[in-house]
Every structure is written in structure tokens, then in C-alpha cells.
């Protein structure tokens, strides 16, 4: 090893860093991640004069964002040093017992959640600050964001401290990354490689309207100083926070040990429970349980002695790329798979997996016949995670066919855009089979018993050609259909009957157009009122909806000047689709309708979700600051600077107990 070979090193690991943490689009996995530092801190130990003052083996890398005030944490936030075997975790308790000078070190072990830390602090029992971890030493204010995760109280249960820093990790449910990530899909955008990237990059978004749709939850698992909770042991935090009505592990997903036996015990059966936990974990953390020994115990490089991750090995195999063909989206755009030899990886057998785009394909050198190590994340598409070169031969490079492998008509490649698409919007059958799947989808028109095959079928026997058609559909044309009983049929037709009492949001996402995603439509939606509403919004007007962007608007317009798009809705309209608007669906001449509010303090009966929700139902709407056009300010406990503002201005402000009365 020579010192050139450290500096690529240590290169490489800053490069991986910058996917992971800023780009959150990770390139290798946290196993050879995790590698790639160890090797580091090798060298380090061996020369340490070679040892580069700001390397990544000491920092904590993740940034501190653009659009954020940044917040110096009181008790630096770190990082968890891993360790993936039996042995390693021997060492760590071997190191505990003679740094401690005693031979039985109890430990606390918690599930390691895979999200995203955060610290959050509470002054007489109120939410005032949420924080991420930043460097370590300065995070991104994340409030706005942090106070839409609904399981967080907005005001401690009981009688709290005065102040109280809680640390814990935001996540995203993986049945909410998964729907995303369709949604993302759909319109096109690019996709988040797993729960923790979807939970780190909603957190930094600057709308928080926006990250509230990202149902974030979160879990508190520790207080940075926890001198004045008058706390002995790590394992009773996660009751001290429960009491004030912080989410917090449930009881089997933490606990005691004395020996090494108990520890291996508890990984194994958290290990089996894995697949089945609504949320992602990586492993177990294991807590010295003397919370004063922490401080004894000190600080190595980025981690705490104290602590250590005993991370899951990852869900991660080996198999043979047979071939790379191309799937064709609902837009058009094509998308490479992988075509793999059938594999056994955790708990499902695999044989194809996606990649994503050509860009994705170059920077990973996959060629067909390669040997690649494929891993399942959170995602249910498995990726390729790289090729082993040592066994490549003979393999075939792979090229982008330059005809839609659907209808032959030749792609299209937009400058600057890595996606690639077949432009034959109106016939390729791909898309069309596609468009017909995405209508009926959860999200949108929710037709559940129209499945894929059926789609399939119906298509096949010439009996969907455009959208309208499924409202088309009748017993007649259902009994010619193989395996279609009379019990399917009934079923089938009522569930499309079913389908027509809709909501302006889920008729626009359900038609399909590019950019336009839940989100989107539901803000859309929002601001038109109605369908004309939408129909008739301009450019300009569709682009001054905050957290609509320019491509949304532009493909808005683009749709609904098409007149066939147009002579779509207005069949589907005929057919029955009745799209409610919400405005309609507002308990109408409400006092609040049309009005204004401001949120600010604590209150009692509600989370700040919760009032939000109830205004809205009623007609009104939420701003984030006090200005001269507010109608109403919503004071609860505690409140900040917008009461004052509010004052100033002479804006209404409401007690909870008038706001009460006026709903
Ligand atoms: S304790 C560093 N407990 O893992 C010591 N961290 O790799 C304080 N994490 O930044 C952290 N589950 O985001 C702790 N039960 C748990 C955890 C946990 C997940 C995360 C946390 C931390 C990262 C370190």
C-alpha cells in the first residue's frame, strides 16, 4: 500500500459519500460502503502520518442543505461504527469490559433503524425545533417538515421538563416508499433507491405541504443529555419518552443482555422478524446500558465507544445476466432489465431486475453474460449492485434498441434527459396496456378487480382500445372472456360502477398525464376547484401553485389542448365518472370557507395535522406566515413570533376554545 493508493482511497469514499448523503442515490451498498471506510481506518491505524485531517473515516459526511437555517447542535450528533459478524461484536464487548475494568458490561439492544436522524427538542413540553444531523456538529433546520410526521406530538403529555432534546430516526414506511415510487414512475421522475433516500430527501423539501404527503413517522430512541431525566440505563429511555407520548420502539424491539448469547439471541429473531416490519431496518445497535459510562467510554474518530451496530448481512446474491431487455412505460420512456437466472434472495426467488437507464448500465459496466451481485432493498424491483469483473468473459455489450421494442417506431432522446422514448403516444400498445393498468390503479380510478391479465385479455379481444371503454364494458362482452364466471363478471362491473363516485385528484392523476403525480394532481386540484377550473388554468397559473413545477404545467396544458384527450374526458363524463371537486365535498358556507389561517403554539386537542385537516375540510386555507391578507391566527400554547406579528397587524387571533366553537 502506498500513499497514492490511500488518496484514491479516501477519493472514492468522498465520491460514494456525495451519492449517498447529498445526491441520496447510493451506487454501491452500505456492506461495501462500510468496507471501503474499514480499509481506510486500516491504513490510518498503520500510517498514520498518511491520515488526512478531514477524512471521511472521522466526519460524518452528510451536508447541511441550501433554503435551510442552520442550527448548531448542544451535543454533537454521530455516527454508529458497524460491525457484520459474531467476532466483531466479541471485540466490541471485549474492548467494553477493559475500558470499563469490569467483566459483565449489560447492554441495551434496539433495532437500527434505516432512515434518517434528527434531533428534536422540546421547551415546556412544545415542539420548537427539529434538527438533522448535518455534520454532526451543525444540522438543517427541518421544523416545518418534522411537525407534519403525525405521529410526533406537537406538546408533550404530562408534566414535562423544561427542556427535553430527543434524538431519533425519521423513516418512511415501506408501503409509502413503494407507492412513491410508482407514483414517481408514472410520471416519469427519477426514483428513490430505497425507504431512507425517500425519507432524507422528503425531509428536505422545502415545502412543507409537500413533505406532509410523504407520511413520514418517526421513532425516538434517545436523549443526548440525560442528566435531568435522572435516568440510569439506556433501556429505560425508551419508557421515559413513551410517558410523554413520544412513538418509541414497541417492547419487543429492545431489551437487556448480559451475555454475548442473549445479544446473538435477540439479533436472530429481530433478523427472521425483518420482512415482516412495516418499516426498514439494518441490523441491531447495542448500548452500553450505564448511561455514565457513556461519557467515560468517549469518542473514536465519528462514533461513540459506547455503542456499536451489529448490522443484517445484506439481502444480496449472486447470480447470471442471460439477457437485457427493455419494458415501455406508460409515458413511452424505456427502461433496461435485467434478465437474470433465477435466484433464492431473501425469502423470494428473483429473475429479473431493473437498471434503471442506459447511463446506469454505462456507469456499472453491466454487460450481458456478467456475473453481478443483485441485492433487494426496500424497493420490491431488485437492482444490480455491481458486476464481478474477475468472472467476466465473453460477455456482450448492450446498446439501446433505436425502435420501441412495442410498435418499431424509432425512439426519441431529449437532450439533458437520460430517458429515452418511444414518441408513438397515441398506438404503441405498450403504452396504451400501460395507461389502461395505471387508470385502474389504487391511486387512481381504483377498479381492483380489473387486474394486468385481464386488462390483457380484454385488450386481446378487442374490447378496451381507448380509456372510455372499461365504462363500455357489459355482461356480454365479459362472457366471452376465458376464465370469466358470472360471480367475476358481477364483480367486475360493480366495482367499475363503483369506480365512478370519484375525487377531482384521483380523476387527474388516473388520466395519465406526464409529471402529474398525486402530489400534483391533488394541488391542482385544489386550485381549480373543479374540473372546468383545472381545465381552464393557464400556464402562468398552474406554475404559481407552490410545489407545482414547469414541467407539470407545461404537460397540463399540453394535455388538455389535445382534443382527443379532451374528447376523453368528455366521454368519460358521459359514461357516469363523476369527479367530485373538494370544494363540493367542503361542508359549504362555512365560517372558514375561503378564509385564511395561521397556525401557532401548541394545542391541546389537536395535532397541528389535525387543525390543519379540519380547516381545510371547511373551506379554509393554511399559510405559514402572518401578513396583512390573514384572516385568522390559531394561538395555542406557547406561541411564536406570528402571534406578536399577528398583533402588530391586528390579524383575529382565535383561542383554541373560539376556534372550537367556530367549527
Ligand atoms: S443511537 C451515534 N440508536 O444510525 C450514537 N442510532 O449510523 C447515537 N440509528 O445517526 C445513535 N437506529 O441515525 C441509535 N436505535 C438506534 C438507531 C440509530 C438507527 C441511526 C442514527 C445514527 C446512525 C448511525
Known amino acids: 500500500m502506498n500513499k497514492q493508493a490511500y488518496l484514491e482511497l479516501i477519493e472514492k469514499i468522498n465520491k460514494h459519500n456525495q451519492y449517498y448523503f447529498v445526491e441520496n442515490t447510493p451506487q454501491i451498498s452500505d456492506y461495501e460502503y462500510d468496507q471501503l471506510v474499514k480499509e481506510a481506518e486500516k491504513i490510518e491505524k498503520e500510517h498514520p502520518e498518511w491520515a488526512l485531517k478531514n477524512s471521511p473515516t472521522k466526519n460524518v459526511v452528510e451536508k ?121 414512475e408514472e410520471a416519469g421522475e427519477d426514483l428513490y433507491a430505497n425507504p431512507r433516500n425517500a425519507a432524507a430527501g422528503s425531509l428536505k423539501l422545502l415545502d412543507s405541504k409537500l413533505c406532509a404527503k410523504r407520511k413520514l413517522d418517526i421513532i ?40 454475548l448469547a442473549d445479544i446473538f439471541k435477540f439479533a436472530d429473531k429481530i433478523e427472521k422478524e425483518r420482512p415482516q416490519l412495516t418499516y426498514e431496518i439494518d441490523g441491531i445497535v447495542i448500548k452500553v446500558d450505564q448511561l455514565k459510562d457513556h461519557d467515560r467510554l468517549g469518542v473514536t474518530g465519528k462514533s461513540p465507544r459506547w455503542a456499536v451496530a451489529y448490522k443484517f448481512a445484506p439481502e444480496q446474491a449472486i447470480t447470471k445476466i442471460h439477457d437485457i431487455t427493455v419494458q415501455v412505460g406508460r409515458t413511452g420512456v424505456l427502461t433496461p432489465v435485467a434478465e437474470l437466472d433465477p435466484i433464492f434472495v431473501a425469502g423470494s426467488t428473483i429473475s429479473r431486475a431493473t437498471l434503471h437507464n442506459e447511463q446506469e448500465i454505462e456507469r456499472k459496466d453491466i454487460r450481458i453474460g456478467d456475473t453481478v451481485i443483485i441485492e433487494k432493498g426496500g424497493d420490491v424491483i431488485p437492482k444490480v449492485v455491481s458486476v ?45 396496456f400501460r395507461r389502461f393498468t395505471f387508470f385502474v390503479s389504487k391511486g387512481a380510478m381504483d377498479i381492483d378487480s380489473l ?87 393557464d400556464e402562468d397559473e398552474l406554475c404559481e401553485i407552490e410545489g407545482v413545477g414547469e414541467k407539470a404545467a407545461k404537460s397540463m396544458v399540453e394535455f388538455f389542448t389535445d ?101
Request: aromatic share 6%; hydrophobic share 35%.
Open 563 to 663: 382534443k382527443k384527450h379532451i374528447k376523453e374526458v368528455e366521454e368519460l363524463l358521459k359514461l357516469g365518472v363523476k369527479p367530485k371537486s373538494r370544494a363540493k365535498s367542503k361542508k359549504a358556507g362555512h365560517a372558514f370557507d375561503g378564509k385564511t389561517f395561521v397556525l401557532t403554539g401548541g394545542l391541546e386537542g389537536y395535532t397541528r395535522q389535525e387543525a390543519t385537516d379540519l380547516i381545510k375540510e371547511r373551506g379554509g386555507k393554511i399559510s405559514s406566515s402572518v401578513s396583512k391578507k390573514t384572516d385568522y391566527v390559531l394561538v395555542g400554547d406557547e406561541p411564536g413570533s406570528k402571534y406578536a406579528k399577528a398583533q402588530k397587524l391586528g390579524v383575529k387571533c382565535l383561542t383554541e376554545a373560539q376556534f372550537e366553537k367556530l367549527l
Open 64 to 184: 447541511t442543505t441550501k433554503g435551510f437555517k442552520h442550527v448548531r447542535h448542544k451535543v454533537r450528533m454521530m455516527s454508529l461504527s458497524n460491525t457484520y459478524s459474531e467476532e466483531e461484536v466479541e471485540d466490541w464487548s471485549k474492548r467494553m469490559q477493559k475500558l470499563l475494568g469490569c467483566e459483565k458490561v449489560p447492554v441495551c439492544m434496539e433495532l437500527k433503524m434505516d432512515g434518517t436522524a434528527v434531533s428534536i427538542l422540546y421547551e415546556k413540553g412544545i415542539l420548537v425545533r427539529a434538527v438533522t444531523r448535518g455534520d454532526g456538529t451543525t444540522g438543517d433546520d427541518v421544523t416545518q417538515n418534522v411537525m407534519t410526521i403525525k405521529s410526533l406530538p406537537l406538546k408533550l403529555k404530562g408534566i414535562a421538563p423544561d427542556e427535553l432534546e430527543v434524538r431519533g430516526e425519521i423513516f418512511m414506511p415501506k408501503t409509502v416508499f413503494k407507492a412513491l415510487n410508482k407514483e414517481k
Open 451 to 537: 387486474g394486468p391479465k385481464v386488462i390483457e385479455k380484454l385488450i386481446d379481444g378487442g374490447f378496451l382500445q381507448s380509456i372510455p371503454d372499461i365504462y363500455r364494458l357489459c355482461e356480454d362482452d365479459l362472457e366471452n372472456i376465458e376464465g370469466f364466471k358470472e360471480k367475476s363478471i358481477d364483480n367486475l362491473l360493480s366495482s367499475i360502477e363503483k369506480s365512478k363516485d370519484t375525487t377531482l385528484p384521483r380523476f387527474l392523476l388516473a388520466l395519465g398525464i406526464k409529471h402529474v403525480g398525486a402530489g400534483v394532481a391533488d394541488l391542482i386540484a385544489e386550485e381549480g376547484k373543479t374540473l372546468d377550473g383545472v381545465m381552464d388554468l
Open 388 to 432: 464481478m469483473m474477475s468472472k467476466r468473459s465473453g460477455s456482450k455489450p448492450w446498446k439501446m434498441p433505436a425502435k420501441c421494442p412495442a410498435c418499431g417506431e424509432h425512439v426519441e432522446r431529449t437532450i439533458g434527459n437520460v430517458a429515452v422514448r418511444c414518441p408513438n403516444t397515441n398506438e404503441c400498445p405498450a403504452q396504451n
Open 220 to 259: 425516538c430512541y434517545g436523549i443526548p443529555d440525560p442528566r435531568g431525566a435522572k435516568l440510569k440505563l439506556q433501556h429505560e429511555v425508551h419508557a421515559y419518552l413513551k410517558k410523554f407520548g413520544l412513538p418509541v420502539f414497541s417492547e419487543k424491539h429492545y431489551g437487556k443482555a448480559d451475555t
